[in-house]
């Protein structure tokens, strides 16, 4: 089946882009693994206009309900591959062996975690390393945990993992943590949670699962900290894996540089949301809507000529 427009990536971007499409009448569909992408992995979202506080999994699939709500397809497996062959005929090959035909792309895929590349992270995910406070909170219910970063999403993960474990430790590489006051006082509130600034972790040591962390700054003068899981909320890196065949263009970063309508050097693709250099790079949930919301208008016009 041929498609108008075929939006990959079931993040904010894309499906904030599929209700302005299919309200627009462009046939669409969405693709993507998990509808609200990394939304699904956040506690708690306080600056969504019109929800004062809302969790990440409710959001997604308020979300993913709204964009249904139109009649969209969307399609939740990952797509391995997308070739441009010919003026307005691009196919994307889906992980379940089904091909999709577009006459334009808008590319959503948004980010990924990025990795702190320290010994012994590769060999214990999964086993008391994570890179998702919410998936895997629960597993840590009176332990020791540390949480790692000092952004938004580091301190959402302190605060919520201190109402399940014993103890948190917040381990940060600067001087003073960089999140939203919010987040800064609720840390402050808890009295399970600890930040040692100034620290990085050096290796993540442990058999069959972890067992401690080796600091570069000592912690009660001894550079292992005991603990039973470390999360790593160090920020993202953008989603560009399958984006080879199209050669869109990229800045020095690995982001796709975008006009202020969504287009891409590729003529029938579009970018919106955490992948791109739009919004100064300024990774929100109202953003990756907006941009959504922008591309899509582009595209309409686009698809009059």
């Not at 108008?4 to 569909?29: E, H, M, Q």
């Not at 992995?41 to 959001?59: D, S, V, Y």
């Not at 972790?201 to 292992?224: A, F, H, M, S, T």
């Not at 919004?279 to 907006?290: D, G, L, R, V």
Request: neutral net charge.
């Amino acid at each position: 089946m041929k498609y108008d427009l075929a939006i990959v990536g079931a993040g904010p971007a894309g499906l904030s882009a599929s209700v302005y499409a299919s309200r627009y009448g462009i046939k669409n569909v969405v693709i993507g693994g998990i509808s609200g992408g990394l939304t699904t992995q956040t506690h708690e979202i306080g600056n969504w206009l019109g929800e004062q506080k809302i969790a990440g999994w409710e959001f997604a699939q308020k979300a993913t309900e709204h964009a249904k709500s139109y009649g969209v397809e969307i399609k939740n497996f990952l797509a391995d591959e997308i070739k441009k062959e010919g003026e307005g005929n691009f196919q994307i090959f889906l992980s379940n062996g089904e091909k999709i035909q577009a006459r334009t792309i808008l590319i959503a895929l948004g980010s990924k975690h990025r990795h702190l590349g320290v010994k012994g992270e590769k060999e214990l995910a999964g086993k008391g390393v994570s890179y998702c406070a919410t998936c895997d909170g629960f597993f840590y219910k009176e332990k020791t945990v540390a949480v790692v970063g000092g952004n938004d999403s580091a301190a959402g993960a302190a605060v919520f993992l201190g109402n399940i474990a014993k103890k948190v430790f917040v381990i940060y590489r600067g001087e003073q943590i960089r999140c939203e006051r919010f987040w800064r006082e609720s840390i402050e509130k808890n009295p399970k949670i600890e930040v040692l600034s100034n620290t990085n972790i050096k290796e993540i040591v442990g058999k069959d699962k972890l067992e401690k962390l080796i600091l570069d700054n000592p912690y009660q003068d001894k550079e292992e900290l005991e603990v039973d899981g470390v999360f790593v909320e160090i920020g993202s890196e953008p989603n560009i894996e399958l984006l080879k065949n199209l050669k869109v263009e990229l800045d020095e970063d690995g982001y796709i540089k975008i006009g202020p309508d969504g287009k891409t050097s590729v003529k029938g693709v579009w970018a919106a949301g955490d992948i791109t250099t739009g919004s100064n790079k300024f990774k929100q949930i109202i953003t990756a809507a907006a941009e959504g919301a922008v591309a899509v208008a582009d595209i309409q016009g686009f698809l009059k000529k």
